[in-house]
């Protein structure tokens, strides 16, 4: 025997419930992989903007930049340059302080050549866009010189 409830029997009340318990229960699992997907996309981008910006040439900026906000020698770092060596390149950066951060955003590179567009965060904390100009010799990348802006990478990354 069933007993009524509102209108509805006893057990049209629990099929009902747990009709809309199910439900809730995929729509809270349909936002969880929503944000699952959001999350990971976001960390896959991240991660390729790193792969894409990982070669020597890349490397030898990071190590430079290290080294001067460090307050280490950055004079291993600087090449003969065609004659146009600058071993107080790294000068640029004192305005910067000791310690401060940097991300690579760009880079272009033809044959012995390349510039490399890096955002550098100092002690007021304000990003500012700074190239980094290197130069191959003998198969390794030196710096050049390091200079306030960026430039134009025409497409490239």
């Known amino acids: 025997m069933m007993l009524s409830r509102g209108g509805r029997t006893a057990a049209g009340s629990t099929g ?65 340059c065609d004659g146009r060596r600058n071993p107080a390149a790294h000068d640029a950066l004192a305005e910067e302080g000791g310690g401060f951060g940097f991300a690579l955003t760009g880079s272009v590179e033809s044959g012995d050549r390349a510039d490399v567009n890096v955002s550098v965060t100092g002690r007021d904390g304000t990003p500012t866009p700074y190239v980094v100009d290197l130069h191959r010799e003998a198969g390794t990348w030196y710096v050049c010189a390091v200079t306030r802006g960026s430039v134009d990478l025409g497409g490239a990354g």
């Not at 009902?16 to 960390?43: I, N």
């Not at 910006?53 to 490397?59: G, R």
């Open 16 to 80: 009902l419930r747990a009709a809309e318990r199910r439900t809730d229960r995929r729509r809270g699992g349909t936002v969880a992989a929503a944000l699952a997907a959001a999350s990971c996309l976001v960390a896959c981008a991240a991660c390729a903007a790193d792969d894409i910006l990982d070669n020597a040439v890349h490397d030898r900026t990071r190590d430079y930049l290290r080294a001067v906000a460090e307050g280490r020698p950055p004079d291993a770092y600087h090449g003969d």
